[in-house]
């Protein structure tokens, strides 16, 4: 049985992110959030239809099989290969944000078909995060990214890198395309070539300090503008990815 078999038999339902093998006829336990959401939000019994992804480009269709107060257990009925990945091939290096603005940033970069996320700390930026401080931030954002995922039907999850100063990112670049955010120029898109992959950097709150801009020129970075307007640093990455993806990739 394929996706459209699936979804025709049974309808709309819930969809989750389940980080494991999933093998048809064989029985999978949901994860502690999962289940509870299941049963405790949604209510469902057993015999319920639900649609899980691996994160790394497997969905299935799974039904409800034991339901307690500690655990849920489904049985994979059907198998198939995700369908929505861009060909396009884009790492993001965001610069960190306060509060939800990062949260933002990744949960719509996600959204539009973002392949890796690298929150980076940049001569500008406030945010500094060290320890276990950032750890739970990490985990905090992959779950962000994971959320995104179940909401756009992606079943591949992209991951989000440790956070990097901006002189790492960019010692570690090797995509054909490499893109930097400068309003100060009047360079667009160009829509001539056709690469496989693009490296997207964006700045924090007041952009990227005259030190960050030379190094990512000396890194092969072509500075980009979205405008006359200057943009937030959570709305750049919706608006630059949204035209990559329709250069290069699948809107």
């Known amino acids: 049985m394929q ?42 019994g057993a015999g319920a239809p639900l649609v899980v992804f691996d994160g790394h480009g497997s969905e299935a269709g799974v039904r409800l099989a034991e339901v307690s107060r ?18 396009l091939q884009v790492h993001l290096g965001q610069a960190i944000s306060k509060g939800d603005r990062m949260d933002y940033a990744i949960q719509k ?55 990097l100063s901006l002189d790492e990112w960019l010692l570690q670049r090797d995509e054909p395309l490499r893109l930097m955010l400068h309003p100060a120029t009047e360079s667009g898109l160009q829509a001539e070539r056709s690469p496989a992959a693009a490296a997207l950097l964006i700045g924090p709150e ?14 092969q970075f072509t500075p980009l503008t979205l405008g006359p307007r200057v943009l937030r640093t959570e709305t750049a990455p919706v608006v630059a990815l949204t035209l990559l993806q329709h250069l290069w990739g699948d809107i």
Not at 29 to 37: D, Q
Not at 134 to 142: G, P, R
């Open 206 to 219: 007041g952009g990227l300090a005259p030190d960050d801009i030379e190094a990512a020129r000396a890194a």
């Open 109 to 163: 970069a996600v959204e539009l078909g973002v392949a890796a996320i690298t929150p980076l700390y940049t001569r500008r930026g406030d945010v500094r995060l060290k320890g276990e401080r950032e750890a739970k931030k990490l985990a905090h954002w992959q779950a962000v990214a994971a959320s995104a995922c179940e909401q756009s039907g992606r079943a591949t999850l992209p991951p989000v890198h440790p956070p």
């Open 3 to 44: 996706a459209v078999d699936w979804y025709a038999a049974n309808g709309k339902m819930p969809r989750f992110y389940v980080p494991t093998a999933l093998n048809e006829g064989h029985s999978v336990t949901l994860p502690e959030g999962v289940a509870r959401h299941v049963t405790r939000v949604l209510r469902l």
């Open 70 to 87: 500690k655990q849920a257990t489904v049985s994979v009925e059907a198998v198939w290969a995700g369908r929505f990945e861009s060909p």
